[in-house]
Every structure is written in C-alpha cells, then in structure tokens.
C-alpha cells in the first residue's frame, strides 16, 4: 500500500526555522496537502495544492514540492506553532492517505 | 459559521454494528465531497471514506471495505457512516471533514468536526 513518510519529530528555537518533510512515489503526480493538529483540537489545513495558504492561515507557513518530497516551512517558528503536522496526497487509485505525522517541538 | 457536528459514537463490543452522523451548516453541503477520518488514540490520521456531492462515487479505505458503508442527505445537510462487523482496531476519534467541491478524489480536507469517539470492546 502506498505510503507517505515523515520523521517522527523536529525541534526548533523560537524564531528560528522548521522544515518538515513528506515523501511519496506518487507526489510528483499528485497535490500535497499539510495539516496543524494541536492536543485535544481537529485537524486545520494549513497548507493546500502542494503550496498554496488558506485564508487566516499566517504568512510564515508556506509549502514547496520537489520530486518525490514535499516540504513545509515554518519560518520565524513561535511558541504556538507547536503541534502534529499531517502530510496528506492520493494513490494511484485516488484514495486519500495520511503521513505518520511530525510532531514540532519549540524549545 | 461553517460548522461540522459529529454525533453517534459510543462503546460497542466486537462484532456489532454503529451509525455515526454528521450535520453540517454554514456552506452549500451538496457543492462539496464528504469525507469521514479516524485517529487511533495516541496515532495518526486514516482516511477511512469519502462521497460525491450527489453520492455518485464513493470511496474506502482497504481497511473497512465491505464493512463499511458512507451516505449523505443532502436535504437534510447531513453525512453517515454505517459501521458493521466492528473489529477492536476500528476504536478510534471519528471525524468528519468537508472535502473539495463535487468530487470525493479532489480537493483539501478545509473544515473538520470535533470528532466522535468509537471504542469496540467486549
């Protein structure tokens, strides 16, 4: 079955930048999509198409695609940034599938 | 307000059956895919199904097809998930999310519920 993989954690500084990777066999032919999840809340999209910001989502937040990896760049990380960060694409037979999930450290 | 309201979980012993519902307000429901998605306590996200705005196409994760049955109304603005031969490793949150416009294989993921837990134990 087809996966997408993510480390497990990353930490930062305040202030400083996070990078969060996803990669897939089929992400060069398929849209990514990331996901912030804090304890205890659903899931907001932060990131759609690979790179494109929601409405309300802050300007640090941004996304890059480059063959078989998708990364998303948190730049000026704050302390409320802390969360599980979701990757999200499609198979070849267009289901949905979820990476494992980073979570974000701020120290 | 765009809003996604689960309801139906409960606990269940193996084997037995479970319907969840979703109501959602704010935003033209029969414009928009459906989509419903579990987390596993302490795990990730699992796409579990999803429908057309009309409910033409349907989708399922491997892991409950033919168990598994998702439905919509649109008249009254709502989404289901009928939940059969329920296993131990089906307790999870379950969410429902509103997906892209029409088509359940396109689209973000842009509005998600609070969730409903399902715990299957005897």
């Known amino acids: 079955s087809y996966e997408l993989t993510q480390p497990p954690s990353v930490s930062v500084s305040p202030g400083q930048t996070a990078r969060i990777t996803c990669s897939g066999d089929a992400l060069p032919k398929q849209y990514a999509y990331w996901y912030q999840q804090k304890p205890g809340q659903a899931p907001v999209l932060v990131i759609y198409?690979?790179?494109e910001r929601p409405s309300g989502i802050p300007e640090r937040f941004s996304g890059s695609s480059s063959g078989t990896t998708v990364t998303l760049t948190i730049s000026g990380v704050q302390a409320e940034d802390e969360a599980d960060y979701y990757c999200?694409?499609?198979?070849?037979?267009?289901?949905?599938?979820f990476g494992g999930g980073t979570k974000l450290t701020v120290l | 307000e765009v809003q996604l309201v689960e309801s139906g979980g409960g606990l269940v012993q193996p084997g037995r059956s479970l319907r969840l519902s979703c109501a959602a307000s704010?935003?033209?429901?029969?414009?928009?895919?459906m989509h419903w998605v579990r987390q596993a306590p302490g795990k990730g996200l699992e796409w579990v199904s999803g429908?057309?705005?009309?409910?033409?196409?349907?989708g399922y994760a491997d892991s409950v097809k033919g168990r598994f049955t998702i439905s919509r109304d649109n008249a009254k603005n709502s989404l289901y998930l009928q939940m059969n031969s329920l296993r131990a490793e089906d307790t999870a949150l379950y969410y429902c999310a509103k997906g892209g416009a029409y088509d359940w294989g396109k689209g973000a993921f842009d509005i998600w519920g609070q969730g409903t837990m399902v715990t299957v134990s005897s």
């Open positions: 198409k690979d790179s």
């Open positions: 999200q694409s499609a198979d070849s037979s267009g289901h949905w599938v």
């Open positions: 429908i057309s705005w009309n409910s033409g196409s349907i």
């Open positions: 704010g935003f033209t429901f029969d414009d928009y895919a």
